[in-house]
């Protein structure tokens, strides 16, 4: 498709922390946005009072300048259709809900909530639909005064009308939703708070939106939507009913519905992980959409310019840590090393790095990152994997210690030592064929020759290539090292 007048939006509520669920949905519609040449709109949905906060909107456009979603149109750009904060607008939705009562497509119901539970429950138990059931349809005058003399304040309920609603979900196929199962709905409250069943298709409407995509929790309310959009174009506040596309549910542990709750849900921890974004949009891309059967490693440009919505599977999509991770690796190894560096700055700082800021050396950071960067998953991962490099002394990991100082590892350290001593410094190459030898001369191989070697100098069993490490620590310090771990042996 290749539409100029092609307009979508994002619309989160601002309440709590962003979610990977939500950045799915921003990354769909923006790529199709970026894809069709159109319009991305970027709205904010604030209309409860009750859960929004001004931290989380800050969070929003945080994370999306993070991401690298730019807005056409929406907070702090501005655009045709200002303000693009729902707590902004709320007169233009009075004004409309009152056109809606003048023209009968909505209405006042004055029904309490214990009397709508009576009436439920009666339904329920009959078999019967148990939505609401119109009993405020026709309210005589004289019912009226009495309901306004026992203090009732009433809500605007919009009138469905009594007609089957289909329509094409751009990703589902065709859908048909029949009246009893679309009942009257709420859209204003009795204190005259607009509702999201209102405010969002009428915002929708006023900024012509032309496709509406969004996760697969909202389908229910769609065919409601669709319902008011007819009213509005009545009311000639909308010109077209928008397609709509509901993305597919996302599963978390256990294949449940991953959860805004979920801590794995958290956009704050993959950044705090350093998830780069590119490997997480890449990834969270997949949930839901393939570039190709056998690539799944792409830029978000390869992305941008094969996407469709019609290539969107309705089936549920799994979030998977692993394959995540994975990608995100991938993602690293594609950047230059100066980016590479730059992008790990902060995990080589308080509060994440635990050497003191003068013991830092530049030149050996700028050294071993090009041996990092081939084997960090994320980014946070750096710190542990170069601070043999900066602390005066390894860090104390009692698992590594018991798992590589085997019995005979004082003497196989011994002679490690000595053929160090007299290697070429300058040659990764020449630290190898020095341990090899110790090895050789207590009958083991290479990788069990050098766990002590890695743990003496690094404290750990795991890490960045131990020659290249070694070279890079120097020779003073590394058998300074050895020589500490034969006392500890020792003692
Ligand atoms: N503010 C709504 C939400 O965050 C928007 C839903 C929609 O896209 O229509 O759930
Ligand atoms: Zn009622």
């Known amino acids: 498709m290749a539409n100029g007048s092609v307009r979508v939006r994002f619309c989160p509520s601002p309440t709590g922390n ?3 669920g939500l950045v799915r949905t921003a990354l769909f519609n923006w790529a199709f946005a970026r894809h069709t040449g159109g319009t991305f709109v970027f709205r904010i949905e604030d209309t409860d009072a009750a859960r929004d906060s001004e931290e989380s909107y800050e969070q929003l456009l945080d994370s999306l300048r993070w991401l690298g979603f730019t807005w056409d149109e929406g907070p702090e750009v501005g655009g045709p259709h200002a303000p693009y904060r729902q707590s902004q607008r709320m007169e233009t939705y009075t ?18 909530a214990s009397e709508l539970e009576e009436r439920r429950d009666a339904a329920r138990a009959a078999g019967r639909p148990s939505g609401y059931d119109g009993k405020c349809r026709e309210v005589t005058p004289e019912q009226k005064a009495r309901y306004e003399a026992e203090g009732r304040e009433p809500i605007v309920r919009f009138r469905m009308p009594d007609e089957t609603i289909t329509f094409t979900d751009l990703v589902r196929g065709e859908l048909t939703f029949t009246p009893e199962n679309v009942p009257d709905y709420g859209i204003v409250r009795a204190n005259g708070a607009p509702l999201y069943t209102l405010v969002n298709p009428v915002d929708d409407a006023l900024m012509e939106i032309t496709h509406v995509l969004r996760g697969e929790d909202l389908l229910s309310s769609t065919p409601r939507q669709i319902a008011l959009y007819k009213a509005l174009i009545d009311l000639g506040v909308a010109k077209e009913i928008p397609s709509f596309g509901h993305l597919p549910y996302v599963m978390g542990e256990g294949n449940k ?57 309705p089936n549920p999509a799994r979030f998977d840590l692993k394959k995540a991770e994975a990608i995100n690796a991938d993602h690293i190894r594609m950047l230059s090393v100066t980016d590479f560096t730059e992008r790990c700055a902060p995990w080589l700082k308080a509060p994440f790095a635990p050497w003191a800021p003068e013991d830092f050396d530049e030149a050996k950071w700028q050294a071993v990152a090009p041996h ?26 009692e698992a590594s210690w018991q798992k590589a100082m085997k019995e005979g590892s004082d003497a196989l350290l011994r002679t490690a030592r000595e053929k160090l001593e007299s290697a070429d410094w300058t040659s990764a190459e020449s630290l190898k064929e020095a341990v090899l030898a110790a090895g ?38 590394t058998l300074a090292r050895i020589d500490a771990a034969l006392a500890k042996l020792a003692a």
Not at 95 to 111: M, V
Not at 263 to 280: A, D, I, K, T, V
């Open 18 to 20: 962003p979610h990977v």
């Open 95 to 112: 004004e409309i809900a009152r056109k809606l009562q003048d023209a009968g497509h909505a209405y006042h119901c004055y029904c309490t």
């Open 257 to 313: 519905k991953l959860s805004k709750r979920d801590p794995q849900s958290s956009l704050n921890l993959y950044r705090e992980r350093g998830f780069l974004p590119e490997g997480l949009l890449n990834y969270l891309s997949l949930l839901g959409w393939s570039l190709s059967a056998d690539k799944d490693i792409f830029t978000i440009e390869e992305m941008v310019a094969a996407f469709d919505v019609a290539d969107v599977n």
């Open 372 to 397: 990092a960067q081939t084997r960090l998953k994320v980014l946070s991962e750096i710190t542990d994997n170069v601070d043999f490099l900066f602390l005066p002394e390894p860090v104390e990991d």
């Open 440 to 477: 050789e001369a207590h009958g083991l191989k290479l990788g069990k020759a050098q766990a002590p070697v890695r743990v003496a100098v690094t404290g750990r069993t795991v890490g960045l290539p131990l020659f290249e490490s070694l070279e890079i620590l120097g020779k003073e310090k």
